[in-house]
């Protein structure tokens, strides 16, 4: 009996939330490790919808939701929501919500930050969410974070304040953006204090109980491998490290309780955001699947560029992400194509390549080759099991598989929670 570690495996906005949700039944307790609001998570259970940013997806399902080390949080952000989901029906309460008492806090000047600094850049921007993410991620590497514990000793406020403002309105003021006083920040965190630090708690110590009451741990990724630090397409990437590890050093596990990784692949491509994408479609065929796929962004509604599967990038995201299998979602939005296609390598100033670059420079000069295979007419939409599909459905899940050299696990054809097709179960592995 495993634990099980879900992360994205391109750019993120893979289905990561429907499958948590799938999954929640399965388990006890779900885990958020790293990222922070700028995570979108969908989840569709009969008439409700459910918009998760910062919640851990298994509290829809009445499961503990686990905030861990390794998320950045923005207070307010984190009741909002909470309301937001309160007024939905769900519990949200410190008995079903722990939030580890050591996480950074994102602040005012974090967004501040994240905006004036995403300006500058101009035609280089990276896209951001807006949200503080990369700033506050910088503070906490630079040790002048201030985190949640920290709000309940006020009285050292000051002095962490003076250090981070320093940092702060130096830069805001040479971005020639509005500088923020001290009174500011304080009266900003004496206002939430009394609501967020209830949900405070020692994250590692609870886990470490459950762990050993034998109860079952799913750790749910935001982003995705190809917007992590160390192994996306740099800079175009989030500020923290996606890939699967990471869920023991941001929750406070040992790498043991990471179990099962399942991975999360559409059965195409997008991104949301600047950056490299070699197999990106400016066609009506990339228009289709932006409107089948329903492919705006949850988080900032800008729409998601689309493209077809890329079977290098997706090899490449298991293996560094410690993949054991992977759940294709989306694949009802490929019906009704004459033909699909998957990338399966790169021209690079006229040699064929199987891998990806790590330059930026040699990543926007990657012109995609294709493998075509014929489509298929029939629906996939909602189909609940293996013997519903169409046989070229079949034949283009099995390229993939051969391709990216790891197993599909499970596959999803609907936003709705049920339509799910279980072919292994992660929690049994
Ligand atoms: P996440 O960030 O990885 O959790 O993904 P998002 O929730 O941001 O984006 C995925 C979108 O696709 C959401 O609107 C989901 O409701 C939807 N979705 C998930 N799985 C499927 C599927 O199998 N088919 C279709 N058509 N939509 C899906
Ligand atoms: P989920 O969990 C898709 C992208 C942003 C931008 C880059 C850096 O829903 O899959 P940031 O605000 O993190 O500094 O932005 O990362 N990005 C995402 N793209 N899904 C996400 O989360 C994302 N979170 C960040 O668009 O390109
Ligand atoms: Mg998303």
């Given at each position: 009996m495993?634990?099980?570690?879900?992360?994205?495996t391109?750019w993120?906005?893979?289905?990561k939330g429907?499958?948590?949700?799938?999954?929640?039944?399965?388990?006890?307790?779900?885990v958020r490790?790293?990222?922070g609001h700028?995570a979108?998570?969908?989840?569709?259970v009969?008439d409700?919808v459910?918009?998760?940013?910062?919640?851990?997806?298994?509290?829809?399902?009445g499961?503990?939701?686990?905030i861990g080390?390794g998320v950045?949080?923005d207070p307010?952000?984190?009741?909002s929501?909470?309301d937001r989901?309160s007024a939905?029906?769900l519990?949200?309460?410190?008995?079903t919500?722990?939030v580890?008492d050591?996480?950074?806090?994102i602040?005012?000047?974090h967004v501040?930050?994240?905006r004036?600094?995403e300006?500058?850049?101009?035609d280089?921007?990276?896209?951001?969410?807006?949200?503080g993410?990369g700033p506050?991620?910088?503070?906490k590497?630079?040790?002048r974070?201030?985190r949640?514990?920290d709000?309940?000793?006020?009285e050292?406020?000051?002095?962490?304040?003076?250090?981070?403002?320093?940092h702060?309105?130096?830069?805001?003021?040479?971005l020639?953006a509005?500088?923020?006083?001290?009174q500011?920040?304080?009266?900003h965190?004496?206002?939430?204090?009394?609501?967020?630090l209830?949900y405070a708690?020692?994250?590692?110590?609870?886990l470490?109980?459950?762990?050993?009451a034998g109860?079952?741990?799913l750790?749910?990724?935001?982003?995705?491998v190809?917007?992590?630090v160390?192994h996306g397409?740099?800079?175009?990437?989030?500020?923290s490290n996606?890939v699967?590890?990471?869920?023991a050093?941001g929750?406070?596990?040992?790498?043991?309780?990471?179990g099962?990784?399942l991975?999360?692949?559409?059965?195409?491509t997008t991104?949301?955001?600047?950056?490299?994408f070699?197999?990106?479609l400016?066609?009506?065929?990339g228009?289709?699947?932006?409107e089948?796929?329903?492919?705006?962004g949850?988080?900032?509604?800008?729409p998601?560029?689309?493209?077809?599967f890329?079977a290098?990038?997706?090899?490449r995201a298991?293996?560094?992400?410690?993949?054991?299998?992977i759940?294709l979602?989306?694949?009802d939005?490929?019906d009704?194509?004459?033909e699909v296609?998957i990338?399966?390598?790169?021209?690079?100033?006229?040699q064929?390549?199987?891998?990806?670059?790590?330059?930026?420079?040699?990543?926007?000069?990657l012109?995609?080759?294709?493998e075509?295979?014929p489509g298929?007419?029939?629906t996939t939409?909602?189909a609940?099991s293996?013997?519903?599909?169409?046989a070229a459905a079949?034949?283009?899940?099995?390229?993939i598989?051969?391709?990216?050299?790891?197993?599909?696990?499970?596959?999803?054809?609907?936003?709705?929670r049920?339509d799910?097709?279980l072919m292994?179960d992660p929690?049994e592995?």
């Amino acid at each position: 009996m495993s634990n099980v570690t879900v992360i994205g495996t391109q750019w993120g906005d893979e289905g990561k939330g429907k499958i948590v949700d799938w999954l929640a039944s399965r388990a006890d307790i779900v885990v958020r490790f790293q990222g922070g609001h700028n995570a979108g998570h969908t989840l569709v259970v009969g008439d409700q919808v459910y918009k998760l940013s910062l919640l851990p997806s298994g509290l829809v399902r009445g499961k503990t939701g686990v905030i861990g080390n390794g998320v950045v949080v923005d207070p307010e952000a984190l009741l909002s929501e909470i309301d937001r989901v309160s007024a939905q029906g769900l519990v949200v309460n410190p008995e079903t919500l722990w939030v580890a008492d050591n996480v950074p806090l994102i602040l005012p000047l974090h967004v501040a930050t994240d905006r004036a600094r995403e300006a500058a850049r101009g035609d280089r921007k990276i896209g951001t969410t807006g949200r503080g993410i990369g700033p506050a991620y910088e503070d906490k590497v630079a040790r002048r974070a201030i985190r949640l514990c920290d709000l309940a000793e006020p009285e050292t406020l000051d002095w962490k304040l003076d250090e981070l403002l320093l940092h702060h309105n130096t830069l805001l003021a040479g971005l020639g953006a509005a500088t923020f006083t001290k009174q500011e920040i304080l009266d900003h965190l004496a206002r939430l204090a009394p609501r967020v630090l209830p949900y405070a708690c020692s994250v590692w110590e609870r886990l470490d109980e459950a762990r050993r009451a034998g109860r079952r741990i799913l750790f749910e990724g935001a982003q995705a491998v190809m917007l992590d630090v160390d192994h996306g397409t740099y800079p175009f990437v989030t500020s923290s490290n996606t890939v699967a590890a990471v869920a023991a050093s941001g929750s406070g596990v040992g790498p043991g309780s990471v179990g099962f990784v399942l991975g999360i692949a559409k059965a195409y491509t997008t991104r949301v955001g600047e950056g490299p994408f070699p197999s990106e479609l400016f066609d009506d065929v990339g228009q289709k699947l932006g409107e089948r796929g329903r492919e705006f962004g949850t988080v900032t509604g800008r729409p998601r560029r689309c493209g077809w599967f890329d079977a290098v990038l997706v090899r490449r995201a298991s293996r560094v992400g410690g993949v054991n299998g992977i759940a294709l979602t989306k694949l009802d939005v490929l019906d009704g194509f004459e033909e699909v296609k998957i990338c399966i390598g790169y021209e690079l100033d006229g040699q064929m390549i199987t891998s990806f670059p790590s330059s930026p420079a040699a990543q926007a000069r990657l012109k995609p080759v294709f493998e075509s295979m014929p489509g298929w007419q029939e629906t996939t939409f909602g189909a609940r099991s293996w013997a519903d599909l169409p046989a070229a459905a079949i034949k283009y899940i099995r390229r993939i598989e051969e391709l990216i050299e790891a197993p599909v696990t499970l596959l999803s054809t609907s936003p709705e929670r049920d339509d799910t097709i279980l072919m292994r179960d992660p929690f049994e592995d």
